[in-house]
Nanobody, 120 residues
């Protein structure tokens, strides 16, 4: 089984920065895509940023120019968040679409989330 664990959340003042990390463990054969989602109280979960296996990146309009998604060779994923705003407050989740073996179908895996609170 694959496990994803987020870290790096916390309380930050408006205009501040945070860097979220997502560590993966378990059997991973290949990763199709990786993404960060967030869910604010009373709102639906939304995609914040994604990165495909070929390296192409996409961002929600609300975070373009402020957030940067990246990955490393150890299957970890990061989200650098700058110029944070109160409306960025949410629980942030990492999501991987991956195969655990050559014959496997791609499946979605989720972390449990990390809280980001932007407040003065």
């Amino acid at each position: 089984q694959v496990q994803l664990v987020e870290s790096g959340g916390g309380l930050v003042q408006p205009g501040g920065s945070l860097r979220l990390s997502c560590a993966a463990s378990g059997r991973i054969f290949s990763i199709n895509s990786m993404a960060w989602y967030r869910q604010a109280p009373g709102k639906e979960r939304e995609v914040v940023a994604s990165i495909a296996s070929g390296g192409s990146r996409n961002y929600a309009d609300s975070v373009k120019g402020r957030f940067t998604i990246s990955r490393d060779n150890a299957n970890a994923m990061y989200l650098q968040m700058n110029s944070l705003k109160p409306e960025d407050t949410a629980v942030y989740y990492c999501n991987y679409l991956l195969k655990s073996s050559f014959s496997d179908y791609p499946r979605n895996f989720w972390g449990r989330g990390t809280q980001v609170t932007v407040s003065s």
